[in-house]
């Protein structure tokens, strides 16, 4: 026991992290210069995360276990708690050793302050370093030599910046370098393989071109992989690496908590899913059906590390706790699938069901994305599972019988290409048009019928009277139109 334990410590050092991050060639803009004190004391603020309660913190650092509030008061002391420890806490523990915190959450000495700054950087100081004399441009670059273990990386590094704000502080976190462009872009399209872009557009592209069965026992399994892996995260309330070490290469989740990935929860339940469920339908090579499977989930699972999102020990829980997952619904998929087709009570009993496991999360922590997460993905799987229900009984979208399969792959031609192209486009752009009409109407009047103010409407959906059926009904109503309405469009245009 004390071995592993042991174990689950070392793969949860945010060290661990920071050189995996440096052998892919991504390098902070922060200096190293503080004591070892400030790097511990900075591991306790997540960068704007809430954490556990560590034995001989001050009072500042335990305001984060204030437990779920609802209504006006709690939901906007919940977000200003969230921010205190994003923007002031850091500055306040980092003031004895004479340093100001960075964007990020990382410490920045007051001599970089004064004239080594480093993060932004001068054609004359070269990538990430500003400087007033030969002699800063030197202490700058030992610094940066220390940051990545001693190794000086190569002379010419690209600077950016994360691709999209923190989505709860709106923060936009600090530049850092990047020696390796192609491992750059490849864990960025890695990471949003798991956002709602990639969602919105591979499980309706699967539904309309390949297999709507596949397709909606997909979906099944993802929003039950989901709303577990979320839910979990909130009960542990486990906190993100800490920075510094580890270079924040992706800042829009850095609100929520870390424990399991549920990026790698996702990585490995869709692909692997849809592997065990196309196997023997389709026809196609076997192996490489499971080569590709494991390579999406490997590649989800390192752009996790890499983008300093999680822990090597978050990701191996989030892989493991899927599988588990998919070991236990896989066999049931059947059972379920047939209940909501063919029970006359279903459509009450799914809506029931998701809206009362929406309530549930809600209430297991103060507002966070995460919550959000949740009530749309519930949402989605509540509308796909009700179109799906009508579409049985109206006998629209019918599945194969069995003497249909095995299924095989149509040859490629430029005019096949052209169609499922053309039923990809039109179909997202109804569902985005759907997504926003929904939001412009739902919002509005969900805040009227609770009474919440409207006057700044990020502050007005924090609150869990507003953050749940609006989200519910927006994405609800997205489910549904990729089973009824996009097909019943497509029949209209000829593109069935």
Not at 19 to 44: E, L, P, Y
Not at 473 to 494: A, D, E, K, R
């Amino acid at each position: 026991m004390e071995k592993m334990k042991e174990l689950c410590h070392c793969l949860q050092d945010p060290h661990l992290v920071a050189r995996f991050q440096n052998i892919c060639g991504v390098r902070g803009t922060f200096t190293t210069t503080g004591s070892s004190k400030v790097a511990d004391r900075a591991h306790s603020h997540n960068n704007g995360a809430c954490h556990h309660r560590v034995a001989g913190e001050d009072d500042r650092e335990n305001l984060s276990n204030v437990g779920a509030g609802e209504g006006e008061k709690m939901q906007t002391a919940s977000a200003k708690l969230r921010r205190r420890i994003a923007d002031s806490n850091v500055a306040n523990n980092f003031k004895d050793e004479g340093e100001t915190p960075s964007q990020n959450g990382t410490a920045v000495s007051a001599a970089t302050a004064g004239g080594e700054r480093v993060g932004v950087g001068s054609s004359l100081a070269g990538p990430g370093v500003r400087s007033g004399s030969a002699q800063d441009l030197s202490r700058a670059a030992d610094c940066e030599e220390s940051q990545v273990g001693g190794v000086l990386g190569p002379p010419r590094s690209s600077k950016v910046k994360p691709l999209r704000k923190n989505s709860l502080t709106g923060d936009d976190g600090q530049e850092f370098l990047i020696d390796n462009r192609f491992l750059y872009y490849l864990f960025t399209f890695g990471t949003e393989l798991g956002n709602e872009t990639f969602y919105i557009t591979f499980f309706p592209f699967i539904t309309w071109n390949v297999d709507a069965f596949v397709s909606r026992r997909l979906i099944m399994v993802w929003v039950w992989v989901m709303y577990l892996g979320q839910c979990t995260k909130d009960v542990l309330g486990w906190s993100r690496p800490a920075s510094p070490p580890v270079v924040k290469v992706e800042v829009f989740y850095n609100s929520e908590y870390s424990m399991p990935s549920t990026h790698a929860m996702s990585g490995t339940a869709i692909p692997f899913a849809l592997y065990f469920m196309t196997y023997g339908r389709w026809e196609y090579p076997s192996t490489l059906g499971f080569i590709l499977a494991l390579c999406w989930c490997l590649l989800v699972c390192s752009s996790r590390i890499y983008m300093g999102m999680h822990s090597v020990l978050d990701v191996i829980a989030g892989f493991l706790y899927s599988i588990l997952i998919l070991c236990f619904f896989l066999p049931i998929l059947d059972l379920i699938d047939g209940f909501n087709l063919t029970c006359r009570y279903a459509p009450i009993i799914i809506i029931s069901l998701h809206l009362g496991l929406g309530l549930f999360s809600f209430t297991l922590d103060t507002w966070s994305t995460s919550r959000g997460d949740t009530a749309q993905i519930l949402g989605t799987g509540a509308g796909i599972a009700l179109a799906s229900h009508v579409n049985y009984c109206l006998g629209l979208m019918p599945d194969f019988t069995p003497d249909q399969l095995p299924l095989s792959m149509p040859a490629l031609s430029p005019s096949l290409v052209a169609v499922v192209m053309l039923r990809l486009v039109v179909g997202v752009l109804v569902l985005l048009a759907t997504r926003a009409l929904m939001k412009a109407i739902t919002i509005p009047l969900v805040c009227r019928a609770c009474r919440v103010p409207t006057d700044d409407l990020r502050k007005a959906r924090q609150h869990m009277e507003v953050e749940l059926p609006y989200r519910y009904i927006v994405y609800g109503t997205v489910g549904f139109n990729v089973i009824f309405l996009v097909p019943l469009l497509f029949s209209y245009m000829q593109l069935s």
